[in-house]
């Protein structure tokens, strides 16, 4: 949290009394590869577009900060832009996506913004 205040131009141990008795919570969710999701068909043959699946439906996390690995499975994480189209996360091998939670948004009066995100399908 130390890299959280000194980016918001805080004092390092700013957070430091929100953490002298820490309450972490761990979940692990793995999302296997799955084959992609194909388009209905009418009758001429024509591909009809379905409304987006999702391993896990749209929300913001109630925590400080979730860390997500960013593997190369196809469908994965999105977020949602400002102009309220969805955008996927890219992804790097060996990087971590570091998402900010209700708590920091609460904790930084907006500054920093939960992010409204989702799982897609392939």
């Not at 009394?17 to 001429?44: E, F, G, K, N, W």
């Not at 409304?51 to 690995?69: M, N, P, S, W």
């Not at 091998?93 to 409204?116: H, I, S």
Request: hydrophobic share 45%; proline share 7%.
């Amino acid at each position: 949290m130390s890299v959280c205040a000194a980016a918001l131009g805080l004092p390092l141990d700013f957070f430091a009394a929100s953490y002298t008795r820490p309450d972490c919570t761990l979940r692990i969710a793995y999302y296997p590869h799955v084959q992609p999701i194909r388009c209905a068909v009418d009758a001429s043959g024509a591909a009809q577009p379905q409304q987006k699946r999702l391993r896990y439906g749209e929300h913001v996390d109630f925590t400080a900060l979730t860390i997500v690995r960013a593997d190369s499975a196809s469908g994965g994480l999105e977020v949602k832009l400002p102009d309220g189209s969805w955008s996927a996360v890219p992804k790097l091998p060996g990087a971590l996506v570091v998402n900010a939670g209700d708590l920091l948004n609460r904790w930084t009066n907006g500054r920093w913004k939960a992010a409204l995100h989702r799982v897609a399908c392939p």
